[in-house]
RNA sequence: GUGGCUGUAGCUCAGGUGGUUAGAGCGUCUGGUUGUGGCCCAGAAGGCCGUGGGUUCGAGUCCCAUCAGCCACCCCA
């Protein structure tokens, strides 16, 4: 493809039979949530650019440089968002939550972060999330990745593995960042440079640093769950009970921190090791954000799923959406006064739930015609030849069986309706 | 932002050490006597060999640059 027809980099068309899976997560995300009492949310894919820089944090990387940001005419800066969340907080507090109230939505769309592009990773990529608002107690975080598991079994993802780890509230992070902070910087000497800078600026990425040199420090610094007030550690025991009593498997990864600022509490990822390097298909947790202009911050729990990494996923299990409804039928034209009477009737089967081609050239040969009609996955062809439009029938071809019926054109609605409907059944068995 | 790999037909790919008009399979289209698809057979269309420069009598092939794609790091979905 030449590169003006190409779309950007870390972007894509999605064609059939892709758009297939996509339509199979789409839907069942729109089944299962309901089921919890969540109901859709649309919020606009652009938003004010410092609704993000509050509430997701300013130091994050994120925020920092995976920002799409550009100022409009009016010189304000606005952003294309980068995940979920914010937004749908903008949305709920612009209600006006009365404190007590409870509001769940679930939203799905496309998201965009200025990223180099690799497996499972994109610039423009698509989540699907959920928020519980306005509830805090363990069970509601539990409820959430509940639901999570749920909603992966219903789109056939099988082996994922939940993380989980508790960042407790702001005061045992300021608490713990000074703990780590004395502990890295004791043992700085052998550890990479990027954690030589975060031991700095941000300890807790050094948690999940991946450098071989860095593992040992990391393997034997305190636990978070360790470093939290007894109330936090009560309140993550809890979702653990929960959890356990529901039935769900899952692991505590102490070194599980996750790169957005506003989460506390229960933090969680679903990993699969079908992905590659990017084997998170979706993370999220309890959450305070504090958006521009307000003085108490909004509270929830939620997740975001990436439908990609879903995508990558369901390939490596092999699992596929269904690709292609066949057509019913192909109309055959031969000769111009056919093709109107084709067209006629086409418009008519199709007013019947039926799915149709009709041929639209007119001049092409039978043989050719009859290929498309094949090539189409028709059931039938339907053939209107001059005798044909002369006697008002139309001879019908079962593709399958190669038999063939002449029916009058008055009655085809009706016979071609019952003639699917028994090919399908049989089809089935 | 850093590193690795790859760019030949719509798709998947062949094209030893440079040497005529660049190939295959699949796909597409047409035909194989009147109005019948799938298999088979015949034929056709379709390529500035990613782009620009260099070496050479001669470059798809060697060198440099550049762009694009993929993958990894970083971070995350």
């Known amino acids: 493809?030449?590169?003006?027809?190409?779309?950007?980099?870390?972007?894509?068309?999605?064609?059939?039979?892709?758009?297939?899976?996509?339509?199979?997560?789409?839907?069942?995300?729109?089944?299962?949530?309901?089921?919890?009492?969540?109901?859709?949310?649309?919020?606009?894919?652009?938003?004010?650019?410092?609704?993000?820089?509050?509430?997701?944090?300013?130091?994050?990387?994120?925020?920092?440089?995976?920002?799409?940001?550009?100022?409009?005419?009016?010189?304000?800066?606005?952003?294309?968002?980068?995940?979920?969340?914010?937004?749908v907080m903008r949305a709920v507090a612009g209600l006006g939550l009365s404190s007590g109230e409870e509001r769940r939505v679930f939203y799905l769309g496309p998201m965009f972060r200025g990223e180099r592009p690799a497996a499972g990773r994109r610039r423009q990529f698509h989540q699907v999330g959920v928020?519980?608002?306005?509830?805090?107690?363990?069970?509601?975080?539990?409820e959430?990745?509940?639901?999570?598991?749920?909603?992966?079994?219903?789109?056939?993802?099988?082996?994922?593995r939940v993380l989980l780890n508790t960042r407790g509230t702001a005061e045992d992070r300021r608490v713990a960042s000074e703990v780590y902070r004395k502990y890295f910087q004791a043992r700085i000497d052998g550890m990479c440079e990027d954690c030589r800078?975060?031991?700095?600026?941000?300890?807790?990425?050094?948690?999940?640093?991946?450098?071989?040199?860095c593992q040992e420090a990391i393997g034997a610094a305190p636990e978070m769950l360790g470093l939290v007030a007894?109330?936090?550690?009560?309140?993550?025991?809890?979702?653990?009970?929960?959890?356990?009593?529901?039935g769900a498997n899952y692991t505590v990864a102490p070194r599980l921190v996750r790169g957005l600022d506003y989460y506390e509490h229960t933090v969680f990822e679903v990993v699969h090791d079908g992905l590659g390097a990017q084997n998170a298909v979706a993370g999220g947790g309890r959450y305070r954000l504090f958006l521009p202009g307000q003085k108490a911050p909004v509270e929830g729990v939620g997740?975001?799923?990436?439908?990609e990494r879903l995508i990558l996923v369901r390939q490596a299990l092999e699992v596929r959406a269904p690709v292609r409804e066949d057509i019913d039928a192909y109309v055959v034209c031969l000769g111009a006064a056919a093709l109107r009477v084709g067209l006629a009737l086409s418009v008519k089967l199709r007013r019947c739930g039926l799915r149709v081609l009709c041929e639209l050239g007119g001049d092409r040969s039978m043989k050719a015609q009859m290929r498309s009609a094949n090539k189409a996955g028709a059931r039938f062809a339907l053939i209107l030849g001059e005798r044909e439009v002369a006697d008002q029938v139309?001879?019908?071809?079962?593709?399958?069986?190669?038999?063939?019926?002449?029916?009058?054109?008055?009655?085809?609605?009706?016979?071609?309706?019952?003639?699917?409907?028994t090919a399908a059944s049989r089809n089935n068995k």
Not at 64 to 70: A, D, G, L, P
Not at 201 to 211: A, M, Q
Not at 303 to 307: E, Q, R, S, T, Y
Request: net charge negative; proline share 7%.
């Open 144 to 160: 959430c990745i509940l639901m999570l598991l749920h909603y992966l079994e219903a789109v056939r993802v099988r082996d994922a």
């Open 394 to 421: 139309v001879t019908c071809k079962a593709m399958r069986t190669a038999e063939q019926t002449e029916r009058p054109l008055a009655e085809l609605p009706e016979w071609l309706t019952a003639a699917v409907a």
């Open 230 to 246: 007894g109330e936090s550690r009560a309140f993550f025991r809890e979702v653990l009970n929960v959890l356990e009593a529901c």
């Open 1 to 87: 493809m030449s590169a003006p027809l190409k779309p950007l980099p870390g972007t894509s068309d999605i064609w059939p039979p892709e758009v297939y899976e996509w339509l199979e997560l789409e839907d069942a995300a729109r089944r299962v949530f309901p089921l919890y009492g969540y109901e859709e949310l649309r919020t606009p894919v652009i938003e004010r650019t410092e609704l993000f820089v509050h509430g997701i944090g300013d130091q994050t990387e994120v925020v920092q440089k995976e920002m799409y940001t550009f100022e409009d005419r009016g010189g304000r800066s606005l952003t294309l968002r980068p995940e979920g969340t914010a937004g």
């Open 303 to 307: 997740f975001a799923a990436g439908l």
């Open 131 to 142: 928020e519980a608002v306005g509830r805090k107690s363990p069970a509601a975080d539990a």
């Open 197 to 213: 800078r975060r031991a700095g600026t941000n300890v807790w990425r050094i948690l999940d640093c991946k450098e071989p040199q």
